[in-house]
């Protein structure tokens, strides 16, 4: 595993490994919990990960408290080059091919001055600007395997959902009509090239949305979206979103998946909590999220596989190990999910970034994965400094004191101490 200073924070991952031929359909899922840890770090986030393993956000650096982006590959944390007149930056979303997109940016008394970046993770030397129109600032949150961007772009404080590729270049895909004041944002794109995000007015909930690559148009996802809280995360190939909506119309949302125009509620999902997110979906149907209650200041991460949901934290070997566990935000095909832990130290409590591995039938069998942390969306630094964003990894009642550390799973090799290279 990657070692890191303890605090004030860790970066964790749940190791699980499923068995096909031993796991039991109706068996309950197993998870440990490996802390990872970026030397020189005071805090990891990770916003994404592939099915390679290759994880993408970034980490506070502790001396200058600048955010840098990141690249991990199983081994080590890779620090991405940024602009040479931009301070810091974030990445945001890889795609399976290793292409990975963010921001770097400035920030002014007015605002912030961001650069949308597209690396590659097999020549991290290098990068290229995602051009948008003169005086727009595009702040992309994701990117799928056809090389297809999506985000938020801001122009003079209009913030409009957008998608960009190599092929036809910067596509305003606008708002939807609801009048003036209107705001959008696109949160994620899978495969098949469905864009989730939401509308909102400033100040007021999402509403979530639906669009397809290539396609002008933004819609709602399902019946009911507009009228009351909800936003729209991911979605598989298989055509099943997942996000949140207020389905009981009392201001509280709870995770729910959105598939044919209709909305369900993911049994089993609050955990006894108020409330609750699905944040993300893959092929097998597995969801990830969290149930919280700001009330009592309560948190759980969930997973929902073959019709239950689970607390990871029970679920874990070593669960007990943390206060307790923010959220799972990320779920990769081998089952291995990224979420977040509060970790306990001497001072005061750590977040950490988990990443969650299925342990096999033969511990023999089982590998650890190591994880990052969740990041914050594009501009939600910009937010504070007079700005605002929304992104695919923005969700804000997700995260506490306005930051969430996400992790990810991957079974990979036995963890290896590294550092940032």
Not at 164 to 172: I, L, M, N, Q
């Amino acid at each position: 595993m990657i070692i890191v200073k303890s605090p004030p924070s860790l970066v964790l991952a749940l190791a699980l490994g499923l068995s096909a031929a031993t796991s039991a359909a109706a068996a309950p899922p197993r998870y440990h919990l490996v802390p990872i840890q970026i030397e020189g770090a005071e805090n990891v986030f990770v916003a994404d990960m592939n099915d390679a393993g290759l994880a993408v956000g970034y980490y506070v650096d502790a001396d200058t408290f600048q955010n840098r982006p990141f690249l991990w590959d199983g081994q080590q944390a890779h620090r991405l080059p940024i602009p040479a007149d931009r301070e810091e930056g974030q990445a945001t979303g890889i795609n399976g091919n290793g292409q990975i997109v963010g921001y770097a940016s400035t920030i002014l008394k007015d605002g912030a001055v961001t650069t949308a970046l597209l690396w590659n993770a097999a020549d991290l030397a290098q990068y290229a600007v995602i051009e948008g129109p003169a005086g727009t600032q595009v702040n992309p949150d994701d990117i799928n395997d056809a090389g297809v961007v999506v985000g938020l772009a801001a122009t003079s404080g209009q913030f409009n959902a957008f998608e960009w590729s190599a092929e036809r270049g910067f596509v305003d895909d606008g708002v939807p009509d609801h009048g003036p004041g209107t705001q959008a944002y696109w949160a994620g794109i899978n495969n098949a090239g469905v864009k989730l995000g939401g509308w909102y007015f400033p100040g007021t909930p999402s509403h979530a949305t639906i669009g397809q690559a290539g396609v002008a148009g933004i819609a709602p996802i399902a019946a009911g979206v507009d009228d009351v809280a909800s936003k729209a995360y991911a979605a598989n190939e298989a055509g099943l979103a997942v996000g949140e909506m207020d389905l009981a119309g009392n201001g509280k949302p709870v995770p729910v998946t959105f598939r044919d125009g209709t909305t369900t509620a993911v049994p089993g999902a609050l955990l006894g909590l108020a409330q609750g997110i699905a944040f993300d979906v893959n092929e097998r149907g597995t969801i990830v999220g969290r149930a919280y209650d700001f009330t009592t200041l309560a948190f759980k991460a969930f997973v929902h596989v073959d019709g239950v949901s689970y607390d990871i934290a029970a679920q874990a070997d070593n669960g007990t190990l943390y206060e307790y566990l923010l959220n799972a935000v990320a779920v990769a095909e081998d089952g291995t999910i990224a979420g977040t832990a509060r970790g306990r130290t001497s001072r005061s409590p750590a977040t950490s970034p988990c990443r969650c591995s299925p342990i096999r039938s033969s511990p023999t069998a089982s590998r650890l994965a190591e994880a990052g942390c969740l990041a914050p969306p594009p501009l939600a630094r910009s937010a504070a400094a007079g700005g605002a964003g929304v992104s695919r990894r923005d969700r804000p009642s997700r995260r506490a004191g306005g930051r969430s550390p996400a992790c990810q799973h991957q079974l990979l090799p036995p963890p290896q101490t590294a550092g940032i290279q």
